[in-house]
């Protein structure tokens, strides 16, 4: 009887002793588990955040710190230090220009562009820094620069040196001027749409390395390098032509007023007075001397010609029709020539 209730009280105590280990290894009975923290003498661990997982934990009491945990870098920069300390080494360049060695800072209209001085394998000078507007300021490298700036027609260059965090200021003299160009015609109105004018350093007009500016509009202001130009101004694209000489003074706009002697001529080619232009008409005019003056296809042939005696010439089906007429200057006209007109005999090429 004895050994039987020393074998269950065993097998009891055995029973209580695998719940004991279950509950603690799944957690499923909280106040054993407090109780043997308790008897052990253990602290609960720290809650864990979730920003930070890789901080390091205090090491248990009495223990060392374990050596073999990587330390972070103190003594590296951070990228955005080395990029502020670079922009520290930067050189501060500010550009001003001006029309006169006194007058004003120019406010708006320059093109300024920094070079280096050393051409690149495409034989030019390879850009480094542009603006436009005003004063321009740039922040450089320590090194040789060429600074150049344009304001219209007009520019300036020169060479500058910076340093390290060195603060430089510069001044740019354009030696320049402004050329408003018109023109007039003391017989009566001028058209504007017809009128345009050209700039040439000098009156080699048909060379095209003196032509600075053309298809300049009547009225503008173009900006210039202080000197003096060769105008042409055309009214219309025939003859009507008028040549000048200008000077163009520093810090001063030039107006200059050209005359022309000329008027707005419109030729067709009609059955009767008054009639409707005839389509597919080849036009021909030539002045007094017969040199061709304009060649043009249409029903109408509108043209601004100088003051003079012109022949008009109209082939239209293999037929052949002329009309001699005159321009007055300031005197606009249409001129028709009828088709009811003897037809002239069409041109021999072959004969001298």
């Not at 390091?56 to 990029?83: F, I, Y």
């Amino acid at each position: 009887m004895t050994f039987l209730l020393r074998s269950k009280q065993k097998t009891t105590i055995t029973i209580l002793a695998s719940l004991v280990a279950l509950t603690e290894a799944f957690g499923m009975s909280h106040a054993c588990a407090e109780e043997k923290q308790h008897e052990l003498n253990l602290t609960a661990p720290e809650p864990q955040h979730h920003e930070n997982k890789f901080k390091p934990q205090a090491a248990p009491k009495g223990e060392n710190p374990p050596t073999n945990v990587p330390q972070p870098a103190t003594g590296a920069p951070s990228q955005s230090q080395s990029l502020s300390e670079t922009e520290q080494q930067k050189a501060k360049l500010e550009l001003n220009a001006r029309l006169t060695d006194k007058g004003m800072d120019i406010s708006r209209g320059l093109v300024w562009r920094i070079f280096e001085p050393i051409y690149g394998v495409d034989n030019k000078l390879p850009l480094v820094a542009s603006s436009q507007g005003g004063s321009a300021h740039f922040a450089l490298d320590p090194g040789s620069y060429i600074v150049h700036v344009s304001f219209g027609n007009a520019s300036a260059m020169r060479r500058v040196t910076v340093s390290a965090a060195q603060q430089l200021s510069e001044t740019l003299v354009l030696d320049a001027g402004g050329l408003k160009l018109n023109a007039t015609m003391p017989e009566g109105k001028i058209n504007p749409q017809y009128l345009r004018f050209s700039v040439y350093s000098d009156d080699s007009e048909n060379d095209d390395t003196s032509l600075i500016l053309a298809d300049i509009k009547p009225g503008k202001v173009i900006r210039l390098k202080a000197g003096s130009y060769h105008i042409v101004s055309n009214y219309g694209t025939a003859n009507a032509i008028s040549r000048s000489d200008i000077k163009v003074d520093a810090g001063k706009i030039t107006e200059a007023t050209m005359q022309h002697h000329a008027a707005l001529v419109t030729l067709k080619l009609v059955r009767q007075e008054g009639g409707e232009a005839l389509a597919d008409t080849s036009w021909s005019i030539t002045n007094d001397s017969g040199d061709i003056i304009r060649e043009t296809v249409g029903a109408y042939a509108t043209l601004v010609l100088a003051e003079g005696d012109y022949v008009a010439i109209a082939k239209n089906k293999d037929q052949i029709y002329q009309k001699e007429f005159s321009v007055s200057s300031g005197h606009d006209q249409d001129v028709d020539l009828v088709t009811t007109a003897p037809p002239q005999p069409p041109i021999d090429d072959s004969m001298d």
